[in-house]
């Protein structure tokens, strides 16, 4: 334990959105909105937490945060005692918008952690997914956190499993985000327990087809980005949302609800139907859209031991 006090490792997660439609608990995309975290091992029992940007007024600054409990369970997994922690995150990834906050948080803890046990104890990528599903509960966010790009992730014999792939470079993301959060708890009440077998087909159908509009051919993106197992149980809970989305899709954008919601994904063909979209969100809800115009994320997270040490001591 004691060499690792004053070990300090620099984090970086991207923002993903897990579903893309059709693939509902499968899919997620990795993003180029970032959180950022200095993370070092102090004496056991400290907790020192400075969190800025998004999401910094709600974000608990104790043991309860999400990031050291995730740092905390990696530890316990691994069968070494916690260390106190000092973080410094800087939040890049918006909070509670259904842009894979919680699964960043999630996918930072378990790297923070591999990075503070480095030598003590190696961490291979088939177990960062199954800690960090432990703890989000599904893959589908922690999985492109953790190794970007397009990820399939699913739960097999031997636990959480997933598949990265290279997205096809004609496919530009846009993100519309409102100013209202969602939470994913209230937005998975919603679902019914069973849903009807031609839906299932349905969604079996689009999700197949999705990943070869997202790898060769981007121009079935529309028909390859429709849903029946999710989007529409959840639109009452966010009925701008839904307004937007069936709007967009109306014009011929593939625009889905992004994770949970209730920020609204749009799989553009370039820079020009990127503003297009944008200006439609403009003018069709009332609820003012924060565009984001972001690159598909290819490294995923990232996790450095500083060799000069914090930036600051307390
Ligand atoms: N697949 C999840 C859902 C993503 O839609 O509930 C949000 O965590």
Request: net charge negative; with cysteine; proline share 7%.
């Amino acid at each position: 334990m004691t060499s690792l006090l004053g070990r300090t490792v620099d984090v970086r997660v991207p923002a993903t959105s897990a579903n893309l439609g059709p693939g509902f608990d499968t899919l997620g995309l990795a993003l180029s909105m970032y959180d950022e975290l200095e993370v070092t091992a102090l004496e056991p029992g400290r907790v020192e937490i400075e969190v800025s940007g998004s999401g910094a007024e709600e974000i608990p600054v104790d043991a309860s945060n999400l990031v050291v409990r995730s740092i905390a369970h990696v530890f316990a997994d691994a069968g070494v005692e916690m260390p106190g922690i000092r973080l410094i995150a800087r939040n890049g990834v918006p909070h509670g918008r259904g842009l894979g906050s919680s699964g960043a948080a999630v996918a930072a803890g378990v790297l923070a952690a591999k990075g503070l046990l480095e030598g003590v104890v190696e961490l291979d990528d088939a177990a960062l997914l199954r800690l960090a599903t432990e703890l989000e509960g599904h893959p589908d966010n922690v999985a492109p956190a953790l190794f970007g790009s397009l990820t399939i992730a699913w739960t097999g014999e031997r636990g959480p499993q997933h598949k990265k792939l290279l997205v096809h470079r004609g496919v530009s993301p846009l993100v519309l985000v409102p100013g209202y959060t969602m939470s994913t708890k209230a937005a998975r009440s919603l679902q019914p327990e069973h849903v009807p077998s031609e839906d299932a087909v349905f969604n079996v159908s689009r999700s197949a087809l999705l990943i070869a509009a997202l790898t060769q051919s981007p121009e079935v993106l529309l028909d390859a980005t429709d849903d029946r197992l999710h989007q529409d149980y959840r639109a009452p809970a966010m009925p701008e949302t839904s307004r937007l989305v069936r709007a967009l899709r109306a014009e011929g954008f593939a625009a889905v609800v992004s994770g949970a919601g209730p920020s609204v994904l749009v799989l553009c063909d370039g820079p020009g139907s990127r503003l297009e979209a944008a200006r439609i969100a403009d003018e069709v809800t009332d609820t003012p859209w924060i565009p984001r115009m972001v690159a598909v994320d290819v490294r995923g997270g990232t996790v450095r031991e500083r060799a000069e040490g914090p930036s600051s001591q307390s």
